[in-house]
């Protein structure tokens, strides 16, 4: 199974390109999952048809489905609700379920409701050859592949300063009850951290696979797009990740553009998607897109 | 005659138990700090995840979210220490008196 993330400016043409993407690669005999995770759903008006959270066939070998962002994090808040009411029973004496009420307005929540989906559908749906996943605009992208980094440099500070603890208190128990104080249970707190350590290193590990992760970047050709274009190329090399290929789309025969491309991202394949008259909406129209330009550029 | 033989019979009973609660008691005062040190430290753990109570930055929600359930103890630790945060000389010169 590989995974293909479709990354960029909003409005740029992410969801056409990856429809696109999808479409020839289930074309060539693959089996596609195309999942939109952006809140701001395209792909039901691309491929013209209902879509929901499970995967609608829309032809051999293509499913196409979008993730309901709002759904994961409202799952999420309730487990964790019910997890904190049988710890805390005297909660409900001062209300602090209705804290749980404006926990879905926390900053952070969203891009976590993000990954929780991305890692349900890769789990689920692993049988596939390529999974792929039309994102959200930059900004929230960034923010959900940064985030199993980011948490792991949090938990491991954590698990290190637990650890202390529970050390200390091995020593206080061993010198109290001698030597059976040894044996002193594990740690609830700190075995939550572990598991955690090793679901975001799980992830952190999936972003960071070259191989079987790619990146598309797509872009316009105009100065801004490309100026952020180069600001999101640097920010997943901090992240330890690189962008293979960049969809040039709405492209009108400016070379000049793609020279500048190939002088500022070296090593990264420019592939050109050429500027349509009409949009490109349904599956006979993305065909028909498709059998304009060179499909093997597309292969793998 | 009886009671006296009763009552030798208990004096070494009584002496290894006095020795037994001098080393009970020096073990005690021997953790007293450690343990003071250990309730700062979940405290301080406390903090660290539940920083944005104080204003303090703390890691992403979600993380603090998996473990707030576990972490009553930390949690009542917290609270106690935001009234005796104002008075910390006296409550270390307690734990050193008492030493």
């Not at chain 1, 964790?80 to 001062?94: C, D, G, L, N």
């Not at chain 1, 349509?276 to 793998?300: A, K, M, P, V």
């Amino acid at each position: 199974m590989k995974v293909i993330f479709f990354i960029g400016k909003g409005g740029v043409g992410k969801s056409t390109s990856s429809a696109i993407f999808a479409y020839n690669l289930a074309k060539a005999g693959n089996t596609v999952l195309l999942d939109s995770i952006d809140p701001a759903h395209n792909l039901h008006d691309i491929f013209s048809t209902k879509l929901g959270v499970v995967p609608k066939n829309v032809m051999d070998g293509l499913s196409v489905m979008e993730t309901n962002l709002d759904q994961w994090v409202k799952k999420y808040l309730q487990e964790t609700e019910k997890e904190f009411k049988e710890v805390y029973k005297y909660q409900e004496a001062f209300n602090l379920h209705k804290y749980f009420r404006t926990l879905k307005y926390s900053p952070g929540l969203e891009e976590y409701a993000v990954l929780l989906a991305l890692q349900d559908t890769i789990e689920k749906y692993s049988d596939r050859d390529y999974i792929i996943f039309d994102t959200p605009p930059t900004a929230l992208t960034l923010k959900f592949l940064a985030l199993p980094s980011v948490s792991l440099l949090w938990l491991m500070e954590l698990v290190k300063f637990r650890q202390m603890i529970l050390d200390k208190k091995e020593i206080v128990t061993k010198i109290k009850e001698g030597k059976k104080g040894a044996e002193v249970e594990k740690d609830p707190v700190l075995n939550r951290i572990e598991d955690l350590i090793r679901v975001y290193q799980k992830l952190a590990d999936l972003f960071a696979d070259s191989i079987d992760t790619k990146i598309i970047l797509v872009m316009n050709p105009d100065k801004l797009s490309l100026s952020e274009s180069r600001d999101i190329t640097a920010q997943l090399m901090d992240l330890k990740m690189t962008v293979p290929y960049i969809i040039l789309n709405k492209f009108e025969g400016d070379e000049s553009i793609c020279k500048t491309l190939e002088n500022d991202f070296i090593g990264t394949e420019v592939i050109r998607f050429k500027k349509n008259d009409s949009e490109i909406i349904g599956l006979d129209r993305i065909e028909e897109y498709s059998l304009s330009f060179d499909l093997n550029q597309l292969q793998d | 005659m009886d009671n006296i033989k009763i009552i030798l019979k208990k004096i070494p009973v009584a002496v290894i138990e006095f020795f037994q609660d001098m080393g009970t008691v020096n073990r005690e005062n021997a953790t007293r700090i450690i343990e003071y040190e250990i309730e700062e430290l979940e405290h301080i753990f406390a903090l660290l995840l539940f920083g944005s109570f104080t204003g303090m930055p703390s890691p992403p929600v979600h993380i603090t979210l998996q473990l707030l359930p576990l972490m009553e103890k930390e949690l009542e630790l917290m609270f106690t220490k935001v009234a005796t945060a104002h008075d910390a000389l006296s409550e270390i010169t307690e734990i050193l008196g008492e030493v």
